[in-house]
């Protein structure tokens, strides 16, 4: 299956708003911009760890064989492609993101990646914040650093719990906003001082030196998951790993 729907409709750029990210469609461009070099720099600058966090956020949805999956702001598709190894020929999987350019990497490395179990892989160009899913429609979610870049935090949650199944989990990973000192003071050199000087150069500066304000601004382990069950999750449990620089909210409805 391979479907691109039409994106929802964002918020105009401000023309004073040049050089930040403040709102969605800064965020859209932002993700459009650093497409074409988005996986190989993930790969150089986590030494291919990044690789691993997503397998383990991919195994604790709970996603099996036959499921209805939902990857959210599956990005170049790297959780989807897992997710649909889990689901096999039976199931579906259902890639969501709103920037086309991410979409069309996504797609294309489809093609690339010749396991037959892809063809239960549908990309769909939509908005987290408001999914274009029946209620209780998906048994497992994964969003792989997709929360702490949407706008409005509590209503993805309120999404991801309105379209999951009873008694289903929703997996989220991202970068751990660490109470820890050295954590904290290590991440941040890291993307300082290898990170940002990488990406500078591929002129993508600005954009890598978004992460470092976006952790800034993310919710620590425990304000996740008050996040997720004042949204109405029954249960949710924020697991931190690779030494506490990432980490993964687990939450079942
Ligand atoms: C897959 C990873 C990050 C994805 C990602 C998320 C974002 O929100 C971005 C925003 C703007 C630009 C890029 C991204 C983005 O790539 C995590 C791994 C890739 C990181 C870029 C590298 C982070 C390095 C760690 C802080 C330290 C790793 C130490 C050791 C090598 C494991
Ligand atoms: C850092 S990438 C993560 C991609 C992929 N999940 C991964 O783990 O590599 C974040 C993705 O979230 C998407 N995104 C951000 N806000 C979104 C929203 N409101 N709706 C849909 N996608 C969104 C961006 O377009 C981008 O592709």
């Not at 964002?10 to 650093?34: E, G, M, Y």
């Not at 309120?158 to 751990?176: A, C, W």
């Not at 000087?197 to 993310?218: H, M, N, R, W």
Request: proline content about 3%; aromatic content about 10%.
């Amino acid at each position: 299956m391979h479907s691109l729907q039409f994106s929802v409709p964002l918020l105009p750029t401000s023309r004073f708003k040049r050089h930040s990210v403040r709102c969605a469609s800064d965020r859209q461009q932002l993700f459009n911009r650093i497409a074409p070099v988005y996986d190989n720099l993930n790969d150089l600058l986590s030494l291919g760890q990044h690789r691993i966090w997503k397998r383990m956020a991919v195994s604790w949805s709970g996603a099996k064989t036959g499921d209805s999956l939902l990857d959210l702001c599956c990005g170049s598709g790297d959780l989807t492609f897992l997710m649909s190894e889990k689901a096999g020929a039976d199931g579906k999987v259902i890639g969501l993101d709103f920037s086309k350019e991410q979409l069309s990497i996504a797609s294309s490395r489809r093609y690339l990646l010749s396991k037959a179990c892809y063809n239960n892989i549908e990309w769909v160009e939509g908005d987290a914040l408001d999914l274009p899913f029946s209620n209780g429609y998906f048994d497992a979610i994964t969003m792989g650093y997709g929360l702490r870049n949407v706008i409005d935090k509590r209503r993805a949650m309120q999404e991801m719990f309105r379209v999951l199944k009873p008694g289903s989990r929703v997996s989220i990973l991202d970068f751990n906003k660490s109470m820890q000192p050295f954590t904290a003071l290590f991440q941040e050199w890291m993307i300082d001082n290898v990170v940002v000087p990488t990406a500078t150069v591929y002129g993508l500066a600005k954009e890598y030196q978004y992460l470092k304000t976006s952790i800034d601004e993310f919710l620590t382990g425990k304000e996740l998951e008050k996040l997720a069950l004042d949204a109405g999750f029954s249960y949710a449990r924020h697991y931190e790993i690779s030494g506490g620089l990432m980490g993964d909210l687990v939450a079942a409805r």
